[in-house]
């Protein structure tokens, strides 16, 4: 919006002087120029304001996005950690293969019978 364009008008409009009067409504003449570009600012803006609602409800909905893949990440990296805890344990207990079936079932699930 141009501003010197606004000032204009509002000093040219404010106060005008009164062209007729109908039913109690004071008339005054007004250049329609003046008239087509406070409509179109006014388009501009309305325009303006309903692309912001839609940034701000993309904007809400990318946190929430984010909020749940923060979950999930973090869902993710206890499971990793339990996974880690469960190798560390196998790997210092290698020799005993009972400790590691234990482990294995307890973080993996049953362990087949290998068939020789």
Do not use: C
């Amino acid at each position: 919006m141009n501003n010197k364009i606004l000032a204009e008008i509002k000093e040219k409009y404010t106060n005008p002087p009164v062209a007729e009067v109908i039913d109690g409504i004071n008339y005054a003449l007004i250049d329609l120029k003046n008239l087509e570009w406070l409509i179109e600012q006014a388009q501009r803006s309305l325009y303006l304001e309903e692309r912001e609602k839609e940034i701000i409800d993309i904007n809400q909905h990318e946190t929430q996005y984010r909020q749940e893949l923060e979950s999930i990440n973090m869902e993710l990296n206890q499971q990793n950690k339990r996974y880690r805890e469960a190798l560390d344990i196998m790997l210092y207990h290698a020799d005993n293969e009972e400790i590691i079936r234990d482990v294995y079932e307890t973080f993996v699930g049953k362990v087949e019978e290998r068939q020789e």
